[in-house]
C-alpha cells in the first residue's frame, strides 16, 4: 500500500508557496497603493483635472510591459522569475495604478460638462498606455537581449534545413 506522505508534503509546499506569493503581492500593493497616495497628496490638479492618476496608470503599463520582456529575456530562474512578476508587476503596478478611478475622474469631468476633456483624459490614457506597454518592452527587448540556448537553435536550424531541401515544409 502506497503512503500518503509524498502527497502531504506536495499539498504543505504548494499551500506554503500560494502563501508566499500572497505575501508578496500584499506587500507589493501596499507599496504601490502608498506611492500613488503620496503622489496624489504631492501634485495638484491642474484645471480641475487629476494629472497623478493617468501618470501613475501610464507608468504601471510601462513598468509592467518592462518586467514582463525583460524577465522573459534574461531568465534569471523560474522561482526568482515567478516571485518578481508577483511583487511587482501584480503587487506593485496593480497597487500604483487605478483605472477605477480613471473611470470615476472621467465622469465627473462628464457631470461637471466637459465632455471634451473627459474624452482625452479617459481615451488618451488608454492609448498612451498602450504605447507605454509597447515602449517598456522594447526597452525589456534592448537591455536584456536574448541568447537562444541549444535547443532553441537545434530547432531553429531544423526548420531552416526543412525549408531549404527540395520538398520541405517552411
Not at 5 to 33: E, Q
Not at 103 to 131: N, Q
Request: hydrophobic share 45%; charged share 15%; with cysteine.
Amino acid at each position: 500500500m502506497a503512503s500518503d506522505s509524498g502527497h502531504t508534503a506536495r499539498t504543505s509546499r504548494r499551500t506554503a508557496l500560494r502563501w508566499s506569493g500572497l505575501g508578496l503581492v500584499m506587500v507589493g500593493g501596499i507599496l504601490g497603493v502608498a506611492a500613488r497616495e503620496g503622489l496624489t497628496l504631492a501634485v495638484p490638479n491642474v484645471d480641475d483635472v487629476p494629472v497623478v492618476i493617468p501618470v501613475v496608470n501610464l507608468l504601471s503599463a510601462f513598468v509592467l510591459g518592462y518586467l514582463y520582456e525583460g524577465l522573459a529575456r534574461a531568465a534569471p530562474g523560474a522561482a526568482l522569475t515567478g516571485r518578481l512578476k508577483l511583487l511587482i508587476g501584480t503587487g506593485f503596478c496593480g497597487g500604483l495604478s487605478t483605472y477605477s478611478s480613471l473611470a470615476t475622474d472621467t465622469a465627473v469631468l462628464l457631470d461637471h460638462d466637459r465632455a471634451g476633456i473627459a474624452v482625452l483624459y479617459a481615451l488618451g490614457t488608454v492609448i498612451v498606455g498602450a504605447l507605454a506597454t509597447l515602449a517598456g518592452i522594447a526597452l525589456g527587448a534592448r537591455l536584456h537581449p536574448h541568447e537562444p540556448d541549444e535547443d532553441e537553435l537545434r530547432h531553429i536550424e531544423g526548420h531552416a534545413q526543412a525549408a531549404a531541401s527540395p520538398g520541405g515544409r517552411s
